[in-house]
């Protein structure tokens, strides 16, 4: 069974930082691309950022020189440093499988940016 759990999230105000975790199991993690996708409300669930199996990064423009994205194939984790905050980062955020997420989601971690 596949199982995403993701971690980290809170308050923080705008220019702050915070640091996200995801831990992946019920797969050969390091066989998948993955992603770091957020969710904000009356908003359709967009894609923040990816990793490939070989550490290939790439962003949405959004958050471009802020975020980063990083796995650990033995741990079966990814993270997401968010730095320099924006009241627009305010969403849920999840990971899961690049490009074609399995159908099972983890709860998501909130992350809300407000002074």
């Known amino acids: 069974q596949v199982h995403l759990v993701e971690s980290g999230g809170g308050l923080v105000q705008p220019g702050g930082s915070l640091r996200l975790s995801c831990v992946a199991s019920g797969m050969i993690f390091g066989y998948y691309d993955m992603a770091w996708y957020r969710q904000a409300p009356g908003k359709q669930r967009e894609l923040v950022a990816t990793i490939t199996t070989s550490y290939v990064e790439n962003y949405a423009d959004s958050v471009k020189g802020r975020f980063a994205i990083s796995r650990d194939n033995v741990k079966n984790t990814i993270s997401l440093q968010m730095n320099s905050l924006k009241p627009e980062d305010t969403a849920v955020y999840y990971c899961?499988?690049?490009?074609?997420?399995?159908?099972?989601w983890g709860q998501g971690t909130q992350v809300t940016v407000s002074s």
């Open positions: 899961n499988r690049n490009p074609s997420p399995w159908a099972y």
